[in-house]
């Protein structure tokens, strides 16, 4: 058999960066990363290395690697990912991390995840704070469907906040009319219709509908924010995700609808990433 049935052979062919091509063989072969240092001169069957050289092509023509290997770790759980929801990133692990600040102190907080996708705010959430009650919408069903099967594999269904509710539905419409929520949290759609990036790199292959509101970045946003009095338990707090030049947008937005300590955190790269506030008590008063 030729050296380029070896792991060290396909990877030394490789035209991908070392990284993905060392990523995707060790998926097809089920390897560790130790493993390819000490079997790399073993021989592998051609259906292995035919996989492999699938793999190989689609990352080529562009397809993102989260995809390619059907998992991406977020807030230390590995999610399974699918071309119907949008891969979880680093950045929005910030939204996480603000969220569980707001609820500290709280016993079995109420929370709101609008646009679950891949479930990766409420799992990560849920799992942070076994004693949440936590709720996620979507209005696609398949969306749904992958968030459910990460909330099974990465939670106890033992949890003292029972089972995640996951809900069919835009925004807050199919929510039953008397739920109200210490936090609510949104990784929404967000980009401009008419920007470049929705057409680069791994956007091109994730759910266009989960980027782009097809306008101008902010109608997601305007209705989360709109919304959230109606669903804010008294001093609940609303966080978004939002592009990197909406920050001061948003801001006026949640000004605007009553809430108060309103402010912008930035990710690791000083952007400013997420934006949130706490409902004004009179703001709780108006709304009902």
């Given at each position: 058999?030729?050296?380029?049935?070896?792991?060290?052979?396909?990877?030394?062919?490789?035209?991908?960066?070392?990284?993905?091509?060392?990523?995707?063989?060790?998926?097809?072969?089920?390897?560790?990363?130790?493993?390819?240092?000490?079997?790399?001169?073993?021989?592998?069957?051609?259906?292995?290395?035919?996989?492999?050289?699938?793999?190989?092509?689609?990352?080529?023509?562009?397809?993102?690697?989260?995809?390619?290997?059907?998992?991406?770790?977020?807030?230390?759980?590995?999610?399974?990912?699918?071309?119907?929801?949008?891969?979880?990133?680093?950045?929005?692990?910030?939204?996480?991390e603000t969220a569980l600040a707001a609820l500290e102190g709280i016993a079995q907080p109420r929370v709101l995840?609008?646009?679950?996708?891949?479930?990766?705010?409420?799992?990560?959430?849920?799992?942070?704070?076994?004693?949440?009650?936590?709720?996620?919408?979507?209005?696609?069903?398949?969306?749904?469907?992958?968030?459910?099967?990460?909330?099974?594999?990465?939670?106890?269904?033992?949890?003292?906040?029972?089972?995640?509710?996951?809900?069919?539905?835009?925004?807050?419409?199919?929510?039953?009319?008397?739920?109200?929520?210490?936090?609510?949290?949104?990784?929404?759609?967000?980009?401009?219709?008419?920007?470049?990036?929705?057409?680069?790199?791994?956007?091109?292959?994730?759910?266009?509908?989960?980027?782009?509101?097809?306008?101008?970045?902010?109608?997601?946003?305007?209705?989360?924010?709109?919304?959230?009095?109606?669903?804010?338990?008294?001093?609940?707090?609303?966080?978004?995700?939002?592009?990197?030049?909406?920050?001061?947008?948003?801001?006026?937005?949640?000004?605007?609808?009553?809430?108060?300590?309103?402010?912008?955190?930035?990710?690791?790269?000083?952007?400013?990433?997420?934006?949130?506030?706490?409902?004004a008590p009179q703001a709780d008063q108006e709304r009902s």
């Amino acid at each position: 058999m030729s050296e380029a049935f070896t792991a060290d052979a396909l990877l030394r062919a490789s035209p991908l960066p070392a990284l993905e091509a060392r990523i995707l063989l060790m998926h097809v072969l089920g390897w560790r990363r130790t493993e390819l240092i000490t079997r790399g001169d073993e021989t592998l069957d051609a259906a292995r290395v035919d996989a492999y050289r699938s793999l190989e092509a689609r990352r080529v023509r562009g397809e993102p690697i989260a995809q390619l290997v059907g998992a991406r770790e977020f807030y230390g759980l590995d999610f399974d990912v699918t071309p119907d929801v949008l891969i979880p990133r680093p950045d929005t692990e910030l939204l996480v991390e603000t969220a569980l600040a707001a609820l500290e102190g709280i016993a079995q907080p109420r929370v709101l995840d609008l646009g679950t996708g891949s479930g990766a705010i409420a799992v990560a959430l849920a799992s942070a704070r076994p004693d949440a009650r936590v709720w996620a919408v979507d209005r696609s069903a398949a969306a749904l469907e992958v968030a459910s099967r990460n909330a099974a594999k990465l939670l106890d269904m033992r949890r003292p906040g029972g089972p995640l509710a996951f809900v069919a539905g835009s925004w807050y419409d199919t929510l039953e009319p008397a739920l109200r929520f210490e936090a609510i949290v949104s990784n929404p759609p967000y980009i401009a219709s008419a920007d470049p990036h929705l057409e680069q790199g791994d956007l091109r292959f994730e759910p266009r509908g989960a980027l782009t509101d097809e306008a101008d970045g902010l109608t997601a946003l305007r209705a989360i924010v709109a919304g959230a009095p109606a669903r804010l338990a008294p001093e609940g707090v609303l966080w978004m995700e939002h592009g990197y030049d909406q920050a001061a947008a948003v801001r006026a937005l949640l000004e605007s609808a009553g809430f108060t300590d309103v402010r912008s955190e930035r990710d690791l790269a000083g952007i400013e990433r997420i934006s949130g506030g706490r409902l004004a008590p009179q703001a709780d008063q108006e709304r009902s």
